[in-house]
């Protein structure tokens, strides 16, 4: 079955970064889009960040344009969101996600918080 597993989140401080990744399986990961979203305390989960199945022209929120970067690793099966510049208002839980028809997959998520 398909499993989407996050990892990397934690504490940061404003201005720092994280790496988040996300181990995907149970599908061929390299034919399909992925995601990345977040949802903050009390409010909707919203998208962050694609990536199409083979790499190449990303989008992104325009709240974390050119301070994050999503990628992927089709050889390893691997996600990746590379944070700089975080900002408290960047505390969420982050979940990868990706969809096979009208099926939506998600992962249990990773906290981020962004704290001084």
């Known amino acids: 079955q398909v499993q989407l597993v996050e990892s990397g989140g934690g504490l940061v401080q404003p201005g720092g970064s994280l790496r988040l990744s996300c181990a995907a399986s149970g599908f061929t990961f390299s034919s399909y889009a992925m995601n990345w979203y977040r949802q903050a305390p009390g409010r909707e989960r919203e998208l962050v960040a694609t990536?199409?199945?083979?790499?190449?022209?990303?989008k992104y929120a325009d709240s974390v344009k050119d301070r994050f970067t999503i990628s992927r690793d089709n050889a390893k099966d691997m996600l990746y969101l590379q944070m700089n510049s975080l900002k408290p208002e960047d505390t969420a839980v982050y979940y990868c996600n990706t969809r096979r028809g009208f099926i939506n997959y998600w992962g249990k998520g990773t906290l981020v918080t962004v704290s001084s």
């Open positions: 990536i199409p199945s083979a790499g190449g022209t990303t």
